[in-house]
């Protein structure tokens, strides 16, 4: 057993990566055989990822406010807190904050043999207002 008493820094989701304000706290990255990643993730209204996927899919548990998620080619979806969002592996898709609220989830992936998590590709363009 191990218990992490200091967790990384707050770090703010880059640009690249993000439009509007989010800030990323890591939870949980065990050492190797764990391939498990856990995240508390926060967004400002109406800031969300770009596309993105995962090579083994992605739970989102939303712990407070109201935000949106959509998968490649589906409907833009409400999430509120209490929702778990299971997005299946390699699936295209982005989610964050509705326009006038806050949101915060948990996210948690599994990595890759590699190491990688997350591939990511271009910025939202129709971005609900």
Same mark, same amino acid.
């Given at each position: 057993?191990?218990?992490?008493?200091?967790?990384?820094?707050?770090?703010?989701?880059?640009?690249?990566?993000?439009?509007? *304000? %989010? @800030?990323?706290?890591?939870?949980?990255?065990?050492?190797?055989?764990?391939?498990? #990643?856990? =995240?508390?993730? $926060?967004? &400002?209204?109406?800031?969300?990822?770009?596309?993105?996927?995962?090579?083994?899919?992605?739970?989102?548990?939303?712990?407070?406010?109201?935000?949106?998620?959509?998968?490649?080619?589906?409907?833009?979806?409400?999430?509120?807190?209490?929702? *778990? %969002? @299971?997005?299946?592996?390699?699936?295209?898709?982005?989610?964050?904050?509705?326009? #006038?609220? =806050?949101?915060? $989830?948990? &996210?948690?992936?599994?990595?890759?043999?590699?190491?990688?998590?997350?591939?990511?590709?271009?910025?939202?363009?129709?971005?609900?207002?």
């Amino acid at each position: 057993m191990h218990i992490t008493r200091r967790r990384p820094d707050t770090r703010q989701g880059p640009a690249e990566n993000f439009t509007g *304000t %989010v @800030w990323l706290d890591e939870l949980a990255a065990p050492p190797a055989p764990s391939r498990l #990643r856990l =995240f508390n993730v $926060h967004f &400002a209204p109406g800031a969300h990822t770009a596309w993105h996927r995962h090579p083994h899919g992605q739970v989102l548990h939303v712990l407070e406010g109201e935000g949106l998620v959509q998968r490649r080619g589906g409907a833009v979806e409400a999430i509120r807190a209490g929702d *778990t %969002v @299971w997005i299946e592996p390699d699936e295209w898709h982005w989610h964050g904050a509705a326009p #006038r609220t =806050f949101m915060t $989830h948990l &996210a948690v992936v599994e990595a890759a043999e590699d190491g990688t998590t997350t591939e990511w590709h271009a910025h939202v363009d129709d971005y609900p207002a």
